[in-house]
């Protein structure tokens, strides 16, 4: 199996996981080209920069490795690409440490371009259960830009207002 990874482009764990693989090295390089592709495309879709390439250290190469260039377009695979944004959407999370609980907000593109992200508090879903439609809608907390802004609003959002409302103590900044 033929693996290629693209530490430029996922500097954080470009080293640790393929982005693409193949039964042959022509394989996995034609696959590295759609994924490239995919990734890219994800990457302006998110409204995110394209990040600066950085230098690959040959000390970073194992025996067996080499460094090779990938050059794709999107043209070739656009209409997959087209199909597989309609569906792109994100889940930020807040992990409470006191009880292991993972709270969720899943943001979707809007027709302005920004993101929507909406919440429901699942702590309260038998209660709604039972006192209301079965499946309630989501709450919109706010429309942003850029992941990282979403993941900054709803960690303040959680902290400021559903840990309190569930009796927990702000954690120390």
């Known amino acids: 199996m033929f693996c290629v990874y693209f530490p430029t482009l996922f500097p954080e764990a470009g080293w640790d996981y393929p982005l693409s693989r193949g039964e042959t090295k022509r394989k996995a390089i034609n696959n590295a080209k759609?994924?490239?592709?995919?990734?890219?495309a994800g990457i302006l879709y998110d409204n995110e920069d394209l990040p600066e390439p950085i230098p690959i250290q040959?000390?970073?190469?194992?025996?067996?490795?080499?460094?090779?260039n990938v050059e794709t377009s999107f043209e070739p695979y656009a209409d997959e690409i087209q199909e597989h944004l309609k569906g792109r959407h994100w889940h930020i999370g807040y992990y409470v440490e006191e009880n292991g609980e993972y709270i969720e907000a899943i943001g979707f593109k809007n027709d302005q371009g920004m993101w929507d992200i909406f919440f429901e508090d699942y702590s309260e879903e038998e209660e709604i259960k039972s006192n209301g439609p079965e499946y309630p809608e989501k709450t919109l907390l706010f429309t942003v830009k850029f992941h990282s802004e979403a993941e900054e609003k709803f960690n303040q959002f959680v902290e400021d207002v559903v840990l309190k409302r569930r009796g927990y103590k702000r954690k120390k900044d």
Do not use: P, T, V
Not at 34 to 40: G, Y
Not at 58 to 68: A, Q, V
């Open 34 to 40: 759609k994924d490239l592709a995919f990734s890219l």
């Open 58 to 68: 040959s000390n970073r190469l194992s025996k067996g490795m080499e460094l090779i």
